[in-house]
């Protein structure tokens, strides 16, 4: 059987033991403000997340549960979400300058995708925690070997344009996997995963002129 002890139980050494309260205080800090509850787990778990990677505390690190805030509630499925920086930043005394620069720093350190709607607000994912981002990859995944596979078979021209455009259609209205308001954003990040899939195209385009023309 698995059991889990608090950390009462565990040795744990100084740094450790720090981030914890660390991350404690600022889940008590959190909950003084007028913010939506759902989404502290997840700002405390990037807070902690952004702490583990750092070589040291931050100066000010009240500003970053901020920063992990605003990103955790901006994820593309949260869409419209169109409070503006000046108006977030007066919920927590906090200027812009700070915010924009912890948002940068988190998001940077763990690769976040930002996309911006077509009225300029952000919205950011997670390239390697995000369920939906993983949904989008294996299908443009399976999309592409597929359509890789009839070129080396039968010699169908492949045209990346023209699969990222059926992609982002089969996301949005059949898969349901990202917002129908955002499917212009939705492009762009299919563009690169296309891109990045269409790698290995060489390979096919030399094995279908050995072996089948």
Do not use: W
Not at 25 to 35: A, N, R, S, V
């Amino acid at each position: 059987m698995l059991e889990l002890y608090s950390s009462n139980f565990e040795e744990l050494n100084t740094k450790d033991r720090i981030t914890i309260d660390l991350v404690k205080d600022g889940e008590e800090f959190l909950k003084q403000f007028d913010i939506d509850c759902d989404f502290i787990i997840d700002t405390v778990s990037l807070t902690y997340r952004y702490l583990r990677i750092q070589g040291k505390i931050p100066h000010n690190l009240y500003k970053f549960f901020i920063a992990a805030y605003y990103i955790v509630t901006r994820h593309p499925f949260a869409f419209p979400v169109h409070e503006s920086k000046k108006d977030f930043c007066e919920r927590f005394n906090l200027d812009i300058s700070s915010l924009e620069y912890s948002v940068e720093k988190i998001s940077s350190s763990f690769g976040y995708i930002k996309i911006l709607d077509d009225m300029n607000f952000p919205y950011f994912i997670d390239p390697e925690r995000d369920l939906s981002l993983e949904i989008i990859k294996k299908i443009v995944k399976s999309k592409i070997d597929s359509a890789l596979m009839k070129f080396l078979l039968y010699n169908k021209p492949v045209n990346s344009q023209v699969l990222t455009e059926q992609l982002v259609c089969d996301i949005v209205f059949e898969h349901k996997a990202f917002p129908e308001e955002l499917f212009r954003q939705l492009y762009g990040i299919v563009a690169n995963l296309v891109e990045e899939e269409f790698t290995e195209h060489n390979s096919y385009v030399k094995l279908q002129q050995k072996y089948f023309i």
